[in-house]
């Protein structure tokens, strides 16, 4: 007896063991995916550059119960469910999007638990799998000429400064989604914008004038001044200062240095002796001589300081010095009617007694000063909004050279593409400062990311009107419908990772307009160089122009 009882449950418990694994003791494994197509590539967890006409081939281990087809799904980067139809034949499953994805973008294809078989098994092992569209070469505008699409560009991004500014202080905001946050330096590069958007009929001059105005009384009125200078951010609504770092909640004297960039070359273009005008070129000449430029040097030392608070003095101790975007700063300085900086600050702090100096060949271009490559663009765009660097020279640089070797140098990277990136070459080129996927960041040859922003290859248009027309025909006609927006370009995209920004910086918008009419008319550098102040400033720092009266 105690034999066959034992024996009963040792049957038992295979049984058990059996029937615990599924309702079908004869399929141990349940419902599986065998294969998964899409276009010429097969059981990945990635599928790269498909066709925007989405289909998926599917088989599976059993044949499909069609009620059930709808856990197949796709979703876009958004999350929203794309519409899918269905076509189901015995164990293969066709799956369409019912309209073409967009081109270049990403998407989570998944195939759900709820998918069963006839016989009621569920899928047993569900999967989400990675699909990424490929590039749609595609016109997404009509073809324009390019003296008509360089108008379309400027009149587009002018936008930002016009339709976007501040409602009370008429200063422009840091980017598309600052609120009551203005930017100094970007706000100097609004105020050219907005001398340019009278040149080109945008606005009136009496329109460009009120604007001005209205900056200039806010600036004069409500702005806290620390020795004469602004803060890098601005409370627009009050005036107050918005702390940008912990240390750094007081006077950024390179921000002031694009701002004055911009008012000095308001006050050149306001010449009529009409009572609006004159008083705009007072209020513009009292800000002008209030910044103490030669307190920068803390304590009298042969260099300039970036930033002082009133809470934390010289706690951020950041020199001026090398190779950035800062030229303006000690030209500025030394322009100043009231508080000049000598020729020995700019030798021994930005040049550093020659240690400014590079002289080395990258891809047959020589570039006089700088770190390797040259760096991010905007050093070679920021200062020379204004600044004339054609015919500019002194005992360190021609400045031509230098700015179009940097640009050819950046342009020449991308074409190499040491990294490997998609689409990287002569229409798709360009390293600077910008957003990024991974956040914001100075790129450059030496920091490649994959992200290409659009005012580095469109800023660098005097020096490299092909390439930089190659770029942005690119730009516009083939990813228009990813980064054309009402503002013009969006700030970056990364191709690789098919990342499109949905934002815009001042910093990035403006150089834009005024670099691509500095290119057609030299209007800015025009106004900026023949400023009187300027000249003597330049003039005192050994600087050689062919751009004023000598």
């Not at 098994?121 to 000429?145: E, F, G, V, W």
């Not at 001044?225 to 909640?249: L, M, V």
């Not at 419908?481 to 990772?497: C, E, M, P, R, V």
Request: charged share 20%; net charge negative.
């Amino acid at each position: 007896m105690k034999k066959a009882y034992y024996i009963y449950i040792i049957f038992l418990l295979i049984l058990s063991g059996s029937c615990s694994k599924g309702e079908n003791p004869d399929n141990n494994e349940g419902l599986s995916l065998v294969n998964i197509a899409i276009d010429d590539q097969s059981n990945k967890e990635t599928f790269a550059n498909i066709n925007s006409n989405l289909t998926v081939h599917l088989t599976f281990s059993e044949n499909i119960d069609s009620t059930t087809t709808k856990y197949i799904t796709l979703k876009d980067t958004t999350n929203d469910y794309i519409d899918l139809n269905y076509q189901v034949s015995g164990s293969q499953v066709t799956v369409r999007s019912d309209a073409n994805l967009s081109s270049y973008s990403s998407y989570k294809l998944t195939l759900g638990s709820g998918l069963k078989s006839i016989t009621g098994d569920a899928l047993s092992d569900p999967k989400t799998y990675n699909l990424t569209t490929s590039l749609d070469t595609l016109d997404k505008y009509p073809r324009i000429s390019d003296t008509d699409l360089l108008t379309l560009v400027q009149k587009q991004t002018f936008k930002y400064f016009w339709d976007f500014g501040h409602p009370t202080s008429g200063m422009a905001r840091e980017r598309s989604s600052s609120g009551n946050i203005v930017t100094t330096g970007g706000t100097g590069f609004g105020i050219m914008s907005i001398i340019v958007g009278i040149k080109r009929n945008f606005i009136t001059r009496e329109e460009g004038l009120t604007r001005v105005r209205k900056i200039a009384d806010f600036l004069s009125e409500k702005c806290t001044r620390y020795h004469g200078a602004f803060s890098h951010w601005i409370n627009g609504e009050s005036g107050e200062t918005i702390k940008f770092s912990t240390y750094d909640d007081g006077a950024d004297i390179v921000e002031t240095s694009f701002l004055f960039e911009g008012l000095l070359v308001a006050r050149q273009y306001f010449d009529k002796e009409t009572e609006e005008e004159s008083s705009l070129r007072s209020l513009i000449a009292r800000l002008w001589e209030g910044v103490e430029w030669s307190w920068f040097q803390q304590d009298n030392q042969n260099v300039l300081y970036w930033h002082w608070s009133p809470n934390y003095a010289w706690q951020m101790n950041m020199q001026i010095n090398g190779w950035d975007e800062a030229l303006i700063t000690y030209i500025l300085a030394a322009a100043s009617p009231t508080y000049s900086i000598s020729k020995e600050v700019y030798e021994n702090g930005w040049a550093g007694k020659g240690s400014i100096i590079n002289g080395s060949s990258y891809y047959g271009y020589t570039l006089p000063l700088g770190s390797a490559y040259g760096g991010p663009l905007f050093y070679s765009h920021y200062s020379f909004l204004g600044l004339n660097p054609n015919g500019l020279s002194d005992q360190y640089a021609d400045y031509w050279e230098q700015n179009t070797h940097h640009a050819l140098i950046n342009y020449q990277y991308c074409i190499n593409n040491p990294k490997g990136y998609e689409y990287y070459g002569k229409n798709c080129w360009g390293l600077t400062a910008s957003d990024g996927n991974n956040g914001y960041s100075a790129y450059s040859p030496t920091n490649d990311q994959g992200v290409i922003a659009p005012t580095a290859a469109l800023s660098s248009m005097p020096y490299t009107y092909e390439q930089s027309m190659e770029a942005l025909r690119f730009f516009y006609y083939k990813l228009g419908d990813k980064i054309w927006s009402d503002y013009g370009f969006t700030d970056a995209f990364n191709l690789d990772q098919r990342w499109f920004d949905d934002e815009y910086l001042a910093i990035d918008q403006g150089p834009i307009i005024i670099m691509i009419e500095n290119y057609r008319t030299g209007l800015i550098w025009n106004l900026f160089m023949q400023i009187d102040d300027i000249k003597q400033g330049l003039k005192k720092l050994g600087f050689q122009s062919s751009n004023y009266n000598k």
